[in-house]
């Protein structure tokens, strides 16, 4: 038990009710999701290179750009409810 804690928070304050070995492998499921997901963006980047390119540009050029812009740039295109279709790869 910690004792009252006011400019640390509750949560800080209060004891813990889950081990270490639990905390650790909520940390490392947690780095995993994120790893997954970095290399998932850096092949969808790397396979669409010219597309990124080619909105990179778009932006330079007008800095503001609305969702059917953005789909053109990337070889999308939107839907009536203004969401970007997925886009395939050549």
């Known amino acids: 038990e910690s004792e009252e804690h006011p400019f640390l928070g509750r949560e800080i304050a209060q004891p813990r009710r889950h081990s270490d070995a639990l905390a650790k492998a909520v940390d490392e499921a947690v780095q995993r999701v994120l790893r997954d ?44 409810q203004g969401r970007v279709a997925a886009i395939r790869s050549k």
């Open 37 to 80: 997901a970095e290399m998932r963006a850096e092949t969808v980047i790397t396979r669409n290179r010219p597309r990124v390119e080619a909105l990179v540009s778009t932006l330079k050029e007008r800095e503001t750009l609305y969702r059917d812009q953005i789909a053109a740039c990337l070889g999308a295109r939107a839907d009536g």
